[in-house]
């Protein structure tokens, strides 16, 4: 393993991480109806989401979903429908009215923000193969456990820091007020993005 080697690894991430899907438009939701400190939690959440992947794609995760695709489809299946889940709850609270994020109680604990993430990614199957398309196209098979700590690590800080950037923009004084004006119209939208998101998943 190389420096170069190493960095494009990171990079390839990165771009996977930026690129829009379920758990963005989650974290944009929470950031602008509960405020950063909730949606910092659940940035935490993905990341550690992410760790799971990665390092079942490590150990060759990947190679088991290929010679017992039952298993993906399974997978597959109930992301698709945690995320139906969740859609599902965005439409039915679509008209309430948001809480203050500077209350004293808080909508969403920061532990309930965490494990809400690590679910929502960890239902999701496809970072696996991500995951594991590139670590078995890129990482040697000789790789020392220093380098491969410091992958994990890194899709870590990926996944964590975009996010963190996804909830302090939405949580800003301008974006909150704009989703509390419009809040049932953008949570509609916004859920069925992720109930489409979720038949994506469970039906390819």
Not at 23 to 51: D, K, N, P, T, Y
Not at 148 to 170: C, D, H, M, Q, S
């Amino acid at each position: 393993m190389t420096t170069a080697l190493f960095l494009s690894i990171v990079a390839i991430h990165l771009a996977a991480a930026i690129s829009p899907g379920p758990s963005f438009v989650v974290s944009l939701r929470v950031a602008a109806a509960e405020g950063f400190g909730v949606a910092s939690a659940l940035a935490l959440g993905f990341g550690l989401g992410a760790v799971l992947w990665a390092i079942a794609a490590m150990g060759g995760l990947a190679l088991v979903f290929e010679f017992l695709p039952q298993l993906f489809t399974a997978l597959k299946i109930v992301g698709g429908l945690f995320l139906l889940y969740i859609a599902l709850m965005m439409w039915r609270h679509a008209k309430e009215p948001i809480s203050q994020p500077d209350t004293t109680s808080a909508p969403r604990s920061a532990w309930r923000a965490i494990r809400f993430g690590f679910l929502t990614f960890a239902t999701n199957p496809k970072p696996a193969i991500f995951f594991g398309a590139v670590f078995m196209g890129l990482v040697p098979p000789d790789t020392s456990l220093g380098w491969k700590a410091g992958i994990i690590l890194a899709v870590f800080l990926n996944e964590t820091l975009w996010y963190l950037f996804v909830a302090r923009v939405f949580s800003l004084a301008r974006a909150r007020a704009a989703y509390t004006r419009f809040k049932a119209w953008v949570d509609r939208t916004f859920g069925t993005l992720i109930a489409l998101f979720g038949l994506k998943i469970a039906l390819t």
